[in-house]
């Protein structure tokens, strides 16, 4: 099972960056999504940028996995997922143009 780990870029060369995820910093490469500016926040797997994320998407994924790790820990959620408690579930579009059209089935 692969993690994506929000990084934000703190500085670049050609196509490696030098990016933290607010603890740690890492190199990292962006062969997959070309040069990226300092301040771009990216989802990382295994040392590679692999999509850019808008700030706020980065701190959601950084507060759900800060949740997990505390619940590892047996530790207290908080509101690491304060953003889904107040979110009703939500079906795919395909599924939800179905449901809407009154088909039982996909």
Do not use: Y
Request: contains cysteine; glycine residues 8%.
């Amino acid at each position: 099972m692969c993690v994506g780990i929000p990084m934000k870029i703190l500085s670049r060369e050609e196509l490696a960056a030098t990016a933290s995820d607010g603890t740690h910093t890492h190199l990292i490469d962006l062969a997959l999504t070309g040069p990226l500016e300092p301040g771009t926040w990216v989802l990382t797997f295994l040392g590679t940028a692999r999509e850019v994320l808008s700030e706020v998407e980065a701190i959601k994924i950084k507060n759900a996995l800060d949740g997990l790790r505390a619940l590892i820990e047996g530790r207290d959620l908080g509101d690491a997922f304060a953003d889904l408690e107040t979110r009703e579930p939500q079906l795919p579009p395909h599924l939800q143009a179905a449901h809407d059209k009154g088909e039982t089935t996909a």
